[in-house]
C-alpha cells in the first residue's frame, strides 16, 4: 500500500508541473473527493467572482480511475450570479470510456485518467459561480478522484 501511496504522489507532482507551464489558460482549478468517489448531494463549486477573463472556451475535467463503474458521467452545470440566481442550469454527458474498446478515454498514468471535455455552457460577466452535481442515479460514484474546471484564452 505504501508504494501505492508514493506512486499516486508522484503522479500528482507530475500531472501539476506538466500542466502549471501552460499560458493558455487563464484558470484552472481541481476539487478532489477524498473517498475517491462522487456523493449524489456533494456539489462541486468553482468561484468566478476575482476571474476577469471568462469569455475563452471552458472544460470540465473528470479524474477517474479503472474502479468507475460507467462509460460516461452525466454532470448537471449550474451557474449562478452573486445574488445566487440561475443563470444557466444544463445536463450533460461526459464519456469516459471508449464505447466499442472499452479503453479509458483522456490521459493518465497507472489506472488514473483525466478526461477534459467542452463545456456546452457560457459563462457571462455577471456569473459568478459554476457548480457540478453528478446526475447518475447513484448514491456513491465509485472510481470519480476529482472535478476540475478549465477556462482557456
Do not use: H
Request: charged content about 25%; glycine content about 6%.
Amino acid at each position: 500500500m505504501e508504494a501505492m501511496n508514493k506512486w499516486r504522489f508522484l503522479t500528482s507532482v507530475l500531472f501539476i508541473l506538466t500542466f502549471s507551464c501552460s499560458g493558455d489558460r487563464v484558470f484552472e482549478e481541481f476539487q478532489s473527493f477524498s473517498s475517491l468517489s462522487w456523493n449524489e448531494v456533494d456539489s462541486v463549486s468553482f468561484d468566478l467572482k476575482e476571474l476577469k477573463e471568462k469569455g475563452g472556451p471552458k472544460l470540465i475535467a473528470v479524474k477517474f480511475n479503472e474502479n468507475y463503474p460507467f462509460s460516461n458521467c452525466y454532470v448537471r452545470v449550474i451557474s449562478k450570479d452573486s445574488t445566487g440566481k440561475t443563470l444557466e442550469n444544463r445536463l450533460i454527458n461526459v464519456p469516459l470510456f471508449d464505447s466499442k474498446t472499452g479503453q479509458p478515454l483522456g490521459t493518465g498514468f497507472g489506472n488514473t485518467f483525466t478526461k477534459y471535455d467542452t463545456l456546452p455552457v457560457a459563462i457571462s460577466d455577471q456569473a459568478s459561480s459554476l457548480t457540478f452535481l453528478q446526475y447518475m442515479r447513484q448514491e456513491e460514484l465509485s472510481g470519480i478522484e476529482a472535478i476540475g474546471l478549465k477556462i482557456l484564452k
